[in-house]
């Protein structure tokens, strides 16, 4: 199932995955934000179990915010294994 999130306080604006009954995370992509840094959390994230990318991410701040894309996407991660 493909999912997209609307990120919030972070530079990207969304980021989108497929997200298997088994909880395996594919095509990861984030639109905006740092283009490499990004490009790397997606490939990293590739053929992993959500939970255990979320077990990664989360909590995981940028700067003086109080979240990052990162936390954003397990945050989405999240809300998808409700779902499942």
Do not use: H, W
């Not at 980021?15 to 909880?23: L, N, Q, R, S, Y």
């Not at 095509?27 to 997606?42: D, E, I, Q, T």
């Amino acid at each position: 199932m493909t999912k997209t999130y609307n990120n919030k306080g972070v530079c990207s604006r969304s980021v989108t995955f497929d997200i298997a009954e088994d909880g395996t995370v594919t095509n990861v992509s984030f639109l905006g934000g740092c283009n490499g840094n990004l490009k790397g959390v997606a490939a990293l994230a590739e053929g992993q179990k959500a939970q255990d990318i979320i077990n990664r991410c989360k909590g995981i701040i940028c700067g003086m915010k109080s979240t990052s894309c990162p936390d954003q996407f397990a945050k989405a991660l999240e809300m998808a294994l409700e779902e499942i």
